[in-house]
Structures are given as structure tokens and as C-alpha cells.
Nanobody
């Protein structure tokens, strides 16, 4: 059973960088055909896809966030990470990591609340 768990600070100050890590168990992040994504949900709003790192290491980002987003991975720890720079209160959200394959997202972390506030 694949499990994902997000970790990172719950409070980030405006203009700083938000950094989160997703630890994956029960499956390798380099396994063929799977893609590892970050998704967020601001309060009172729907889910927003932020970006993905493929099993081969390539990354793709939402056009609206591309200039501020970086996704990387640590294969030795079976982790992938999100960095979002120059945050504002509008980046306050629950952040999820998830595994995608063929447009389906069957495995999600529980999510972690990140609040941007001074």
C-alpha cells in the first residue's frame, strides 16, 4: 500500500519561501509510470494542481505558479519536495502530495496546513 506524508512548517512569513517534503512509502518514486504531484486547497476554494515530478525526474508546473515553484526529489530517501518562493497570504492553503498515473490520483497524503502570515 502506497502511503504519502507531507511535512513542513505550518507558518511562513510573507515574502519567504515555503518548503514542504513528501515522504513516500510502499513504492518507489522512480517506479515506471508514476508521477508525483503537489496540489493545494486554499480555504473555501477548490483544489489547485501546482506541479509534478515524473518518475524520470522531469518537472512540470502550473503556468500560474511556474515562476515561483520548484519541485525536486531525493531518491535515496524516497522523497520529493516543493519550494514556493515569495509567498503571500493568498498562498495559505492545505498542501497535499499525491501520486498520479494515467490522470488518476489514487494515493494522497493527509495534507498539511500552511499559513502565510507575519
Amino acid at each position: 500500500q502506497v502511503q504519502l506524508q507531507e511535512a513542513g512548517p505550518g507558518l511562513v512569513k510573507p515574502s519567504q519561501t515555503l518548503s514542504l517534503t513528501c515522504t513516500v512509502s510502499g513504492g518507489s518514486i522512480t517506479a515506471n509510470g508514476y508521477h508525483w504531484t503537489w496540489i493545494r486547497q486554499p480555504p473555501g476554494k477548490g483544489l489547485e494542481w501546482m506541479g509534478v515530478i515524473g518518475y524520470y525526474g522531469s518537472t512540470y508546473y502550473s503556468p500560474s505558479l511556474q515562476s515561483r515553484t520548484a519541485i525536486s526529489r531525493n531518491t535515496s530517501k524516497n522523497q520529493f519536495s516543493l519550494q514556493l518562493t515569495s509567498v503571500t497570504p493568498e498562498d495559505t492553503a492545505v498542501y497535499f502530495c499525491a501520486r498520479e498515473s494515467g490522470g488518476v490520483f489514487p494515493y494522497w497524503g493527509l495534507g498539511t496546513q500552511v499559513t502565510v502570515s507575519s
